[in-house]
């Protein structure tokens, strides 16, 4: 067996997801440890030409199935590509995001491979000829490590929780791959994107949050116009959503999206274990709620006791005159 990495890539809009670029990063980091070489593969239709990007970004080899049969992501006819890929290659691990596409290809490729799968990952490291892995558990109350003893092993890695690579390398040749389409039980007839114009929440480099403590849905637009002097994206608590108050696709925690990002700012939100899930391992997190008690200052880097619908306004214009 190699001691190469397969990075699977995920592209969509015309560009690779940033989280391709991250899992890129960690590949490469171990790679150089290894003495391996990153690999990368897109699959898609209409992915060909973009892929020899992926060398800019560290992959010293790149493949591409590129196919109509691919154009809509489907765990069955995605996974025998990478099956037979894996098989031809022998990498030691491959690399996937934490996506709606990771999520359903990782373990789906783990089975098929019979091999191990580690989901969620926030950490790697190699000890001598040993890999360990870090990941969340119990709700992210806990952190397990794992070795791994046997290879290859298939990761999902967490958006945001490793450093992308840094780019400016050359592009690379494409091994285009043969695919053979596979008769799907089912088609997607149609798919709808909702046109916000903002920027995806899990890959927003800021986050700007908002709990019950915003007082009613009205106020979010004070989190709004921070986002918007920042550039970050606008999150919500789930007894917001339940309420009403702002979409699901805002959601974030153990039931709805899990975010990482560099900044990430708490507004009126208690800290309610569900919601820490799914943002404790951003880089900075600031918390601002009035009641000095509340468990998010338990995982805040920086705590404000004050009401948000005072500090947020305040914020803002500090931050646009900052920026000015």
């Known amino acids: 067996m190699a001691n190469n990495i397969l ?4 592209y969509g809009d015309g560009k690779f997801k940033s989280i391709t670029h991250q899992l890129l990063g960690e590949a490469g980091r171990l790679a150089a440890q290894t003495g391996g070489t990153v690999e990368a593969v897109a699959i898609g239709n209409g992915v060909k030409d973009a892929a020899g990007q992926l060398g800019a970004y560290g992959a010293g080899k790149v493949y591409a199935a590129d196919d109509a049969s691919l154009k809509d992501y489907d765990g069955a006819s995605y996974a025998p590509v990478l099956v037979e890929l894996v098989k031809r290659t022998q990498p030691m691990m491959i690399f996937l995001g934490a996506t709606p596409m990771g999520l359903t290809l990782g373990p789906r490729l783990a089975t098929q491979l019979q091999c191990a799968l580690t989901s969620d990952c926030t950490a790697f490291a190699l000890d001598g000829g040993a890999i360990s892995v870090t990941r969340p ?20 890695l967490r958006q945001n929780a490793f450093a992308p690579a840094a780019g400016g390398g050359a592009a690379t040749a494409v091994d285009a791959l043969t695919v053979t389409p596979v008769a799907l039980k089912t088609k997607v007839v149609e798919m709808t994107k909702a046109e916000t114009g903002k920027i995806e929440l899990t890959e927003a480099p800021i986050v700007i949050s908002g709990g019950r403590g915003m007082q009613g849905p009205e106020n979010f637009a004070m989190l709004e116009s921070l986002a918007s002097v920042l550039g970050g994206a606008v999150g919500a608590t789930r007894a917001v959503v339940d309420a009403g108050w702002r979409p699901y696709s805002e959601q974030v925690g153990q039931t709805g999206k899990t975010v990482s990002p560099t900044l990430y700012i708490a507004a009126g939100v208690s800290g309610a274990m569900q919601h820490l899930v799914g943002m404790k391992t951003s880089k900075v997190i600031v918390a601002i709620n009035k009641d000095p008690e509340a468990p998010i200052f338990k995982v805040a880097d920086y705590g404000i006791v004050a009401d948000a619908m005072q500090v947020v306004p305040l914020l803002t214009e500090a931050c646009r005159q900052l920026k000015a």
């Open 137 to 156: 558990v119990y709700g992210g109350r806990a952190v397990a490590v794992y070795q791994v003893k046997k290879l290859p092993l298939v990761a999902t």
């Open 7 to 10: 990075v699977v890539a995920e």
